[in-house]
Structures are given as C-alpha cells and as structure tokens.
C-alpha cells in the first residue's frame, strides 16, 4: 500500500513564526503536491513538485514556499506564519505518466495564533 | 480556467438506501478525468471512483456508481445499500488528461458535500 505521511497532526504557531510542514511518501512517486483544505472552499493547491528540485506554483502560493531535495519528502515552508494561514493541510503523491492517481497523507491541522 | 461545483453542502440518508450527489464542471477541454474522493471524519481522503472522459460507459465500484453526462457537464455519484460508515465529506475533482507533467497534474476540487447516513 502507498503511505503518504505528514510530520504532525496538530501544529500551534504563533504568528511570524517560520514554520516546516514535511510530507513522505514511500512508493518512489515522481510528484508530490501540498493542498489547503478550508470549510466550504475545499481544496486548493499551493504547490506541486514533479521531480527532485522541480516545483510549480499551484492556485495560492502565496506566503508559502517548497523544498524537494528528495524524491520522497516533499516540505512545505511559511515564512512568517499569519492567522490566515490557520488551516488544514493537505499533501499528496503521484506516480509519473498521467498522474491522475493522487494518495493523501492524513493532513496537518495548523492554528496560527 | 477548470471549475468544478457541489451544490449540496450536506446531505443525509438511512442506511441501506440509495443516494445521490451531484457535481458539474466547466471546460474548454475534451480530454479528462473526473473523480469522486472521500475524507471522512478525521480520516485520510481516498479515492472512490475515477472516469475517464472519452469512455462513454459509467464507471463503477461496488456500491458506488457514477453518471457522467459529457454534453452536460455532469457527473453525479450514486451510493447504493448506504452504510455508517460512508458517512463522510464527498469532493468531486477534475483534471485535464494532457500529459506531459507539470501543471496538466493539478486536480481542481469542488468544495465538498458532507453526506451522513443514519441508522
């Protein structure tokens, strides 16, 4: 089975705090990709990697950054957290081709305070 | 742009009855893929069911069937013999079939129906 899991479940930050979101995925899956999921707006992409050191910007970068200096870990970065950045965030994984077969990882619940 | 719309932000069902969800999408594209997904209760999200857009026949997984109307832009999700445990948040989703990495990758979500089924 592909497992996709995130570095915490719960994670409180106060607001400017740097914060590291980490996702590993263990089946040698070439993109790897970070959501943020929020009541009544569903998920939105942040960022998405499809090799090692190669990102795209998805629908909100914004305020976020990546990191993928392994195949398998995939990192996603707040500069300076801010309470709007209070959320859940999701990471997944894909193989290469057509990568229509995303796995999720069991998500982080961050509150910025 | 890709929009996918679910409007039905919850909905409830007795067990063992069927249901359905809706979901329409807008596109300019003719090859895709559309999918429903299940997150439930503070669990990891899944997926249920993927269709393709050039097959014309329904997809189908166990309990779970689809109705894709392509003229439309439909793609409703019919659970039949409702359990407990299909209680959950249902997203239907969207990506172009372009091939070729990078962005052709981004699954497009609607923002979820909560589906409950009582006993």
């Known amino acids: 089975d592909v497992k996709v899991t995130q570095s915490s479940r719960y994670l409180v930050k106060r607001t400017g705090e740097k914060v590291f979101l980490e996702c590993v995925q263990d089946m040698d899956h070439e993109n790897m990709f970070w959501y943020r999921q929020d009541p009544g707006l569903g998920l939105r992409l942040i960022y998405f990697s499809y090799d090692v050191k190669m990102k795209e910007k998805g629908d909100i970068p914004e305020g976020y950054s990546v990191s993928r200096e392994k195949k398998e870990r995939f990192s996603l970065i707040l500069e300076s957290a801010s309470t709007n950045q209070t959320s859940m965030y999701l990471c997944?994984?894909?193989?290469?081709?057509?990568?229509?077969?995303?796995?999720f990882g069991p998500g982080t619940r961050l509150t910025v305070t | 742009a890709q929009t996918v719309t679910q409007s039905q932000p919850e909905m409830s069902v007795q067990e063992a009855e069927t249901v359905t969800l809706s979901c329409t999408y807008d596109t300019s594209e003719n090859n895709y893929y559309l999918f429903w997904y299940k997150q439930p209760p503070s669990r990891q999200m899944i997926l249920v069911i993927r269709?393709?857009?050039?097959?014309?026949q329904n997809a189908t997984e166990n309990r779970f069937s689809v109705n894709f109307q392509k003229a439309a832009k439909s793609f409703s999700l019919k659970i039949s013999d409702s359990q407990l445990g299909d209680t959950a948040m249902y997203f239907c989703?969207?990506?172009?079939?372009?091939?070729?990495?990078?962005?052709?990758?981004?699954?497009?979500f609607g923002k979820g129906t909560l589906l409950t089924v009582n006993p």
């Open positions: 997944a994984s894909a193989p290469g081709g057509l990568a229509y077969e995303q796995y």
């Open positions: 269709q393709e857009a050039y097959k014309q």
């Open positions: 989703a969207f990506m172009n079939k372009r091939g070729g990495g990078g962005s052709n990758y981004k699954l497009t």
